[in-house]
């Protein structure tokens, strides 16, 4: 497929209420340029990282009554999963479009991460764009612009990953509905190529 960027109709399939008629509209809708956005980044982020990337498009095959409240494509160095590793994430809420860098709960690495990040805290709040945002819950669309924390409180989020079970961290960048959609195909895409290329240093700290 050519890829269209995203449209207002995209946003708003997440106020459909029910979950088979939601996901009905997100499998029409959403799911191919996710699929597109899978294949057209996976290589990139291959030659970024220096490893293998698989995309992984998010199913929402669990749910059996509440309707998915985003979804996204993840990239990771397994093609089994991404759930238990550091990984990527294009995606989107209602209310806007996400690129993130992200450690999720489920990832039992997140002890040793929390300490290395933690030891590079003074490289990496120094580094990090000023737009770029954090977050520490992936099931809530807040975050929390990089300009607006100090180093210590960066710090905070960093010793919650290696010290509360199911601790998070998310970075990265956000763009409100009101300006995906007004964005090119080609401006979307080189945006999103930008922002992964700023994440890649806290990527390659979050190694082990």
């Known amino acids: 497929m050519l890829f269209s960027g995203f449209k207002n109709e995209d946003f708003d399939l997440f106020n459909i209420e029910g979950l088979e008629e939601r996901m009905d509209a997100l499998i ?3 799911r191919p340029k996710l699929d597109f956005l899978g294949r057209h980044f996976a290589p990139s982020l291959a030659t970024l990282t220096g490893q293998e990337m698989y995309a992984h498009v998010a199913k929402h095959a669990r749910r059996t009554i509440n309707p998915p409240n985003d979804t996204w494509v993840a990239f990771a160095q397994n093609n089994r999963g991404y759930k238990m590793l550091p990984h990527f994430q294009i995606g989107l809420w209602e209310s806007h479009l996400f690129i993130w860098f992200a450690i999720i709960y489920e990832c039992p ?3 040793e991460i929390g300490k290395k990040l933690e030891s590079n805290i003074n490289q990496i709040f120094r580094l990090t764009p000023l737009d770029f945002s954090w977050s520490i819950d992936h ?3 807040e975050a929390k612009q990089h300009s607006m924390i100090s180093e210590e409180e960066l710090r905070v989020i960093f010793e919650r990953l290696h010290t509360i079970k199911k601790s998070e961290l998310l970075c990265g960048y956000q763009i409100p509905r009101a300006e995906v959609v007004e964005m090119s195909p080609e401006e ?10 700023n994440l890649i240093p806290l990527y390659k700290k979050s190694v082990i």
């Open 28 to 30: 029409k809708l959403v």
């Open 109 to 111: 690495l997140k002890n």
């Open 139 to 141: 099931m809530k669309p």
């Open 188 to 197: 979307l895409l080189q945006k999103i190529d930008s922002v992964f290329k």
